[in-house]
């Protein structure tokens, strides 16, 4: 029985990443006179890196400019990362981030089955905080039992981490929970921690092998183009009954194995 729906954030509930982070990258970067600027492309590339300091480290690797000081690598990183944390919610606040297509319409679902909701992320709480202060108003994490971010779970995502914490926190079983994810590693730790996995394909994420997710598709919007071991869903929506559905499906798939 499904006990509760685990929520990735950048990417699965809002398209934060090409005009939101991004965008927050790249203004840290002139902000301390930085000459390095990502572009669209490049950004799609480095999400192949999860956690924005860990990105910054990653990119300076193949930057001749950066620091050869491994110290100085990581304060520059720490910098950069707290200031562009800043400019990220003021473009929230300022410009609007607003929730994918179907979302808020799943978290009112579950508040009317009375389904917990957790948050399971890699980004930074002010990132979290900047974003659903914004769509749901000051009140927003009393909808969620678990809030569990990149401060809490260190190993960052394909790492099961920040799983195995919301799991223990919520009393549950891999198997009573349902994640939502956009990414590869995103699926790829909730898989580790033995939760079954719905993805919602974002911008940067559109086209890669969804293999080992319970079901697929471009919007919780819509029931068109998505891949799902019951066949398609209908026109509607994605609401909580059809991911209950298909939760059922593979749990009765994996208690006959």
């Given at each position: 029985?499904?006990?509760?729906?685990l929520?990735d954030?950048?990417?699965?509930?809002a398209?934060?990443e090409?005009?939101?982070?991004?965008?927050?990258?790249?203004?840290?970067?002139?902000a301390?006179?930085?000459?390095?600027?990502?572009?669209?492309?490049?950004?799609?590339?480095?999400?192949?890196?999860?956690?924005?300091?860990?990105?910054?480290?990653?990119?300076?690797?193949d930057?001749?400019?950066?620091?050869?000081?491994p110290?100085?690598?990581?304060?520059?990183a720490?910098?950069?990362?707290?200031?562009?944390?800043?400019c990220?919610a003021?473009?929230?606040?300022?410009?609007?981030?607003?929730?994918r297509?179907?979302?808020r319409?799943?978290f009112d679902?579950?508040?009317?089955?009375?389904?917990?909701?957790?948050?399971?992320?890699?980004?930074?709480?002010?990132?979290v905080?900047?974003?659903?202060?914004a769509?749901?108003?000051?009140?927003w994490?009393?909808?969620?039992?678990?809030?569990?971010?990149?401060?809490?779970?260190?190993?960052?995502?394909?790492?099961?981490?920040?799983?195995?914490?919301?799991?223990q926190?919520?009393?549950?079983?891999?198997?009573?929970a349902l994640?939502?994810?956009?990414a590869?590693?995103?699926?790829?730790?909730?898989?580790?921690a033995?939760?079954?996995?719905?993805v919602?394909?974002?911008h940067?994420?559109?086209?890669?092998?969804?293999?080992?997710?319970?079901?697929?598709?471009?919007?919780?919007?819509?029931?068109?183009?998505?891949?799902?071991?019951?066949?398609?869903?209908?026109?509607?929506?994605?609401?909580?009954?059809?991911?209950?559905?298909?939760?059922?499906?593979?749990v009765?798939?994996?208690?006959?194995?």
């Amino acid at each position: 029985m499904l006990e509760a729906l685990l929520w990735d954030v950048d990417g699965t509930l809002a398209e934060t990443e090409r005009d939101g982070h991004r965008v927050a990258f790249n203004r840290a970067f002139a902000a301390l006179e930085v000459p390095w600027r990502w572009s669209e492309r490049r950004y799609g590339e480095l999400l192949a890196v999860t956690g924005g300091r860990e990105r910054l480290l990653h990119d300076m690797r193949d930057r001749a400019e950066a620091p050869a000081d491994p110290a100085q690598r990581e304060s520059l990183a720490g910098r950069l990362h707290a200031l562009k944390n800043e400019c990220y919610a003021r473009i929230v606040a300022e410009a609007g981030m607003p929730l994918r297509e179907g979302v808020r319409e799943l978290f009112d679902d579950c508040a009317r089955a009375g389904l917990r909701m957790a948050i399971v992320t890699t980004t930074s709480r002010c990132n979290v905080q900047a974003l659903l202060g914004a769509q749901l108003g000051a009140g927003w994490r009393e909808r969620f039992a678990v809030v569990v971010c990149g401060e809490d779970a260190p190993q960052k995502k394909p790492d099961p981490q920040a799983y195995l914490m919301v799991l223990q926190a919520l009393h549950l079983a891999p198997q009573q929970a349902l994640a939502v994810e956009d990414a590869p590693a995103g699926i790829a730790a909730a898989r580790a921690a033995g939760v079954p996995v719905v993805v919602t394909r974002s911008h940067y994420f559109a086209a890669f092998p969804d293999d080992g997710a319970l079901a697929a598709g471009p919007s919780l919007g819509s029931g068109a183009g998505w891949r799902a071991p019951l066949g398609a869903p209908g026109a509607g929506r994605i609401d909580l009954a059809q991911l209950r559905a298909w939760h059922r499906a593979v749990v009765a798939t994996h208690e006959v194995r």
